[in-house]
T-cell receptor, first 116, second 116 residues
Framework: DAGVTQSPTHLIKTRGQQVTLRCSPK?????VSWYQQALGQGPQFIFQ???????QRGNFPDRFSGHQFPNYSSELNVNALWLGDSALYLC???????????????FGQGTRLTVV | AQTVTQSQPEMSVQEAETVTLSCTYD???????LFWYKQPPSRQMILVIR??????QNATENRFSVNFQKAAKSFSLKISDSQLGDAAMYFC?????????????FGKGITLSVRP
């Protein structure tokens, strides 16, 4: 059973460029959450997708956007990259069943984004 | 808003000894989960242990156990018989137990080194 997979593993971009990161959830999971982890810090919640809609968003500007596809995979897009966007971007998947407790989140290995 | 605080940036333990990692949190909710995640150099977040707030009994997983003090909003992790493979960053995290909000709120983490 494949876990959460993210691509690419590493990426270098120039200030002002745009980037797209990809995430495939664990088999059977339908919810994808994205986190930004700056060096030496804990992950910060960016947003969460369920049923192809953004359900919740953290304190991130509109330059950060996402998408979820019918197969539950997800993309994170960041426009007009800043140096401060350099971080590890983690994807986590889970199964959301309305009216019940949420299941455990499983994480991918992340995409290391460097903005130069 | 929920916050998670880990005030110790680094700790060191001798192999085979016991170490305790501290965490405090703040929330107005009564039904939530608390977690300890391990992040080795491979970057993937690995769930170490989970505690449900409504359970008074402290969770244990083999060499890992927690001391959950709900009134004090304290949640520490004890690692017994420390092994070299325990060296990693450890994050304390919080999540509401039910509803659509399944985002995790993380502390800043603590770097644990294990001396042979």
């Amino acid at each position: 059973d494949a876990g959460v997979t993210q691509s690419p593993t590493h990426l270098i971009k120039t200030r002002g460029q745009q980037v797209t990161l990809r995430c495939s959830p664990k088999s059977g999971h339908d919810t994808v959450s994205w986190y930004q982890q700056a060096l030496g810090q804990g992950p910060q919640f960016i947003f969460q997708y369920y049923e192809e809609e953004e359900r919740q968003r953290g304190n991130f500007p509109d330059r950060f956007s996402g998408h979820q596809f019918p197969n539950y995979s997800s993309e994170l897009n960041v426009n007009a990259l800043w140096l401060g966007d350099s971080a590890l971007y983690l994807c986590a998947s889970s199964l959301f069943a309305p009216g019940t407790v949420n299941t455990e989140a499983f994480f991918g290995q992340g995409t290391r984004l460097t903005v130069v | 808003a929920q916050t998670v605080t880990q005030s110790q940036p680094e700790m060191s333990v001798q192999e085979a000894e016991t170490v305790t990692l501290s965490c405090t949190y703040d929330t107005s909710e009564s039904d939530y989960y608390l977690f300890w995640y391990k992040q080795p150099p491979s970057r993937q977040m690995i769930l170490v242990i989970r505690q449900e707030a409504y359970k008074q009994q402290n969770a244990t997983e083999n060499r890992f156990s927690v001391n959950f003090q709900k009134a004090a909003k304290s949640f520490s992790l004890k690692i017994s018989d420390s092994q070299l493979g325990d060296a990693a960053m450890y994050f304390c995290a919080y999540r509401i137990r039910t509803g659509a909000n399944s985002k995790l709120t993380f502390g800043k983490g603590i770097t644990l080194s294990v001396r042979p």
